[in-house]
T-cell receptor
Framework: RKEVEQDPGPFNVPEGATVAFNCTYS??????FFWYRQDCRKEPKLLMS???SGNEDGRFTAQLNRASQYISLLIRDSKLSDSATYLC????????????FGTGTRLLVSP | EPEVTQTPSHQVTQMGQEVILRCVPI?????FYWYRQILGQKVEFLVS????????KSEIFDDQFSVERPDGSNFTLKIRSTKLEDSAMYFC??????????FGSGTRLTVV
């Protein structure tokens, strides 16, 4: 299994739709997880952190299933501005916490 | 909000030339990183830097690469003899506490 694996998409959805992205990770010892958002040719920006079973922030919900080594991101009521690539990111449990990125899932929200 | 600043935003260089990519991390952060992203591919770890020395590096970070923190504020990545395959976005990042990563806006390196 790859360290961090995501469906690359693209996911094409209309405004207002609910969309979910999945991510699997290989290191069962990983304790925390992140979802980053990346716009074209821009830097990754932190969207959500997940430390326990899940996290919710407005329209965004992240869930963690440690038994299955699986993380999900749910976006409700999609906006045009949600169009971006969503990166699943797992910090390695070394002292210096390097981040391991998935390939990202591209989301296109259309009017 | 504190920022990580990278310069230049875009650098074009000829194959075989040396390039230096510059970063100013957030002032009270202690951990510094370089990542790169080849167009259409995932973000990859290059190197981490702590206490004025490299703490971890990836297989990508071979002898052509070096990092320095020359003056306590700047953090540089040098590529000694650039190759076409070094063309990528290079992101600097710094971290303070446990997970507070901040990325710079990146330098797009084009090797021709």
């Amino acid at each position: 299994r790859k360290e961090v694996e995501q469906d690359p998409g693209p996911f094409n959805v209309p405004e207002g739709a609910t969309v979910a992205f999945n991510c699997t990770y290989s290191n069962s010892a990983s304790q925390s997880f992140f979802w980053y958002r990346q716009d074209c040719r821009k830097e990754p920006k932190l969207l959500m952190s997940v430390y326990s079973s899940g996290n919710e922030d407005g329209r965004f919900t992240a869930q963690l299933n440690r038994a299955s080594q699986y993380i999900s991101l749910l976006i409700r009521d999609s906006k045009l501005s949600d169009s971006a690539t969503y990166l699943c990111v797992v910090p390695m449990n070394t002292g210096f916490q390097k981040l391991v990125f998935g390939t990202g899932t591209r989301l296109l929200v259309s009017p | 909000e504190p920022e990580v600043t990278q310069t230049p935003s875009h650098q074009v260089t000829q194959m075989g030339q040396e390039v230096i990519l510059r970063c100013v991390p957030i002032s009270n952060h202690l951990y510094f990183y370089w990542y790169r992203q080849i167009l259409g591919q995932k973000v990859e770890f290059l190197v981490s830097f702590y206490n004025n020395e490299i703490s971890e590096k990836s297989e990508i970070f071979d002898d052509q690469f070096s990092v320095e923190r020359p003056d306590g504020s700047n953090f540089t990545l040098k590529i000694r003899s650039t190759k076409l395959e070094d063309s990528a976005m290079y992101f600097c990042a710094s971290r303070g506490g446990n997970y507070g990563y901040t990325f710079g806006s990146g330098t797009r390196l084009t090797v021709v």
